[in-house]
């Protein structure tokens, strides 16, 4: 099933804003269009999920984007993964 930018944005809890902003900045690769309109699956809320919690622990978007990159990749990048956290654990726990 799809959905417009209007219903993601109800089941998520966000502005329309912030979900074109995350579709600007890459981190829905495979988002449907139809004539122009977004059209969102069970994929892009999943991770759109993903992408306020790991905000939540203070990634930028940066890194968010890196991330959802490494995870289509598979497994083989699990550690670069692993690293990306530990690495942002040490900046939160020295906050």
């Given at each position: 099933?799809?959905?417009?930018?209007?219903?993601?944005?109800k089941?998520?809890?966000?502005?329309?804003?912030?979900?074109?902003?995350?579709?600007?900045?890459?981190?829905?690769?495979?988002?449907?269009?139809?004539?122009?309109?977004?059209?969102?699956?069970?994929?892009?809320?999943?991770?759109?999920?993903?992408?306020?919690?790991?905000?939540?622990?203070g990634?930028e978007?940066?890194?968010?984007?890196?991330?959802?990159?490494?995870?289509?990749?598979?497994?083989?990048?699990?550690?670069?993964?692993?690293?990306?956290?530990?690495?942002?654990?040490?900046?939160?726990?020295?906050?």
């Open positions: 099933m799809n959905y417009s930018i209007k219903e993601v944005s089941m998520v809890n966000l502005p329309h804003s912030t979900i074109r902003y995350y579709d600007k900045e890459g981190l829905f690769p495979d988002l449907e269009r139809s004539s122009g309109i977004r059209r969102f699956s069970e994929k892009e809320i999943e991770a759109l999920r993903v992408i306020e919690c790991l905000k939540k622990s990634l978007i940066k890194d968010i984007k890196l991330f959802m990159e490494w995870c289509s990749e598979g497994s083989a990048t699990y550690q670069r993964r692993k690293e990306l956290f530990e690495r942002q654990k040490e900046i939160v726990q020295k906050e």
